[in-house]
């Protein structure tokens, strides 16, 4: 299944096709990101696409439920297409990390993907119920959206450094050198 087909269907609800290891669901998300280039000492800026939460203004990550007939890329992609509406070039896993649902209170493994924004739709799934916006790094540190303390790591990655965005995670990307320790 295309990708862009699903702009015009809805978000898939629902637990029947959800994932599960050791009673964690599984979910999947992006870091969909864009590199400007500016008239500032640095040629170039690294910006992070956030969304907001369906239920308050909380930013956050484009991410959800992966489904038992789908891989993995597949579900990162789905998932920040309806939640975010953005289209781009999958990059590597940046990483995996558990984390407790405030909502649910339940465990979740979660696996993330950096997204080279490549279009910005004007109508996706979840348009009606979520804002985005784009912001640098250091925007979204300090609003207090990225916070390293929530992200509890697993298989020994560190979230620091898979969420690090300093000068050498920006020429990994351009590049496509991703490392998932030490950036």
């Known amino acids: 299944m295309q990708i ?6 809805p978000s898939r609800t629902g637990r029947h096709l959800q994932r599960y290891n050791q009673g964690y669901r ?8 864009r590199i400007r280039k500016t008239h500032k000492s640095s040629p170039y800026e690294l910006e992070v696409l956030m969304i907001s939460s369906q239920k308050s203004s ?9 489904e038992i007939d ?18 781009g070039s999958l990059g590597d896993k940046l990483g995996e990390w558990i984390f407790k649902s405030k909502r649910q209170d339940k465990f979740h493994e979660g696996s993330m993907f950096s997204l080279l924004v490549t279009e910005e739709l004007d109508v996706w799934p ?3 119920v979520r804002q985005r916006k784009w912001m640098t ?8 959206i990225i916070r390293f ?19 050498r995670f920006i020429q ?6 991703y490392m998932t320790t030490g950036v």
């Open 172 to 177: 990994a990307l351009i590049s496509g050198n």
């Open 58 to 66: 909380r930013m956050m990550f484009p991410k959800g439920g992966w």
């Open 26 to 33: 599984l979910v999947v998300g992006c870091i969909p990101y």
């Open 149 to 167: 303390d929530l992200y509890k790591t697993v298989y020994g990655v560190n979230a620091n450094s898979i969420i690090g965005f300093g000068p």
């Open 137 to 144: 790094v250091d925007e979204a540190r300090e609003l207090g």
């Open 126 to 128: 979840e348009k009606n």
């Open 70 to 87: 789908e891989d993995i890329e597949l579900a990162a992609s789905r998932e920040t297409l309806e939640e975010a509406g953005v289209i």
């Open 4 to 9: 862009k087909k699903l702009v015009s269907l």
